[in-house]
Every structure is written in C-alpha cells, then in structure tokens.
C-alpha cells in the first residue's frame, strides 16, 4: 500500500493519491493559516474509522442476505488538551440503519466490527482512545 502527498499551493492544501490514483485533500484551518479546503488529518482518522467500520457491517450484513437499506454514521472524538501531540481520548461512531434491518443482527454487526474486525478502531484503541458505538434503526 502506498499512498503520495503532493502540496498544491503556498499554504499547506495537500492532494493525497493512492496507487490507483483516487485522491483526497487535506488543508489547515483559517485561523492556523490554511485555506479550509480539506479534511485536517485528524478529521480523516475519524472518517477512516467510520469508513472501515462500515465496510465491516455491510459486509456482515451482506453475509447475512440484509442488504436493502440506508445507513448513515456519525463519528465524534473528543482529543486529549496540553499535550504537544493531542490524541484522540474517545471516539464514538453512532450508526443509523433505515430500512428493513432487524436491530439485533445490526448491533451485532456493528459490535463485532468496533470491537474485532475494523482497524482503524484498534489502532485508535492502540493510542489510548475509548472507541464506542451506537445503533439506531428506523423502518
């Protein structure tokens, strides 16, 4: 795996391209001298973590024949204070399920995922987050 950061302009916007050339950009905000223009990297841990366990959860539904469904998922993280590098302290993914999804087989879902199989949740438990989840599911 391998992933290139090219700098796009004099401030600090930043295109990253994997090596099948799908790129996303980074940037600082306003007040610290960016642009605004970009996911700060530690927003893109929060969405990483959202993005692998979701991948995870449909993946599990998907083995169980749920697939007809909308899903939306939050991620919030609260980051330690007064540290030259501020952690993420907690980090809670909050998963919402519209459709004909049974509540069990969601939760279940979503708790083997947080707990087992994503990666981006270990290695934010690795650093000292709390990772935590919700389930809500509307018909």
């Not at 907690?90 to 979503?110: I, M, N």
Request: glycine letters at 6%; a neutral charge; charged letters at 25%.
């Amino acid at each position: 795996m391998k992933v290139t950061l090219y700098r796009i302009n004099n401030s600090y916007k930043l295109e990253a391209k994997n090596d099948t050339g799908r790129t996303i950009f980074f940037d600082n905000t306003k007040d610290s001298g960016g642009d605004d223009e970009g996911f700060r990297p530690m927003q893109s841990l929060l969405a990483a973590a959202g993005a692998c366990s979701s991948i995870d959860v449909v993946s599990i539904l998907k083995k169980q024949k749920i697939e007809s469904y909308d899903l939306l998922i939050t991620v919030e993280g609260e980051r330690e204070t007064g540290k030259d590098a501020n952690l993420w302290k907690t980090v809670h993914l909050h998963f919402q399920f519209t459709g004909d999804v049974p509540k069990e087989k969601a939760q279940r879902a979503v708790e083997l995922s947080v707990t087992k199989y994503c990666s981006v949740s270990k290695t934010l438990e690795a650093a000292g987050a709390v990772v935590t989840s919700s389930v809500d599911v509307k018909s």
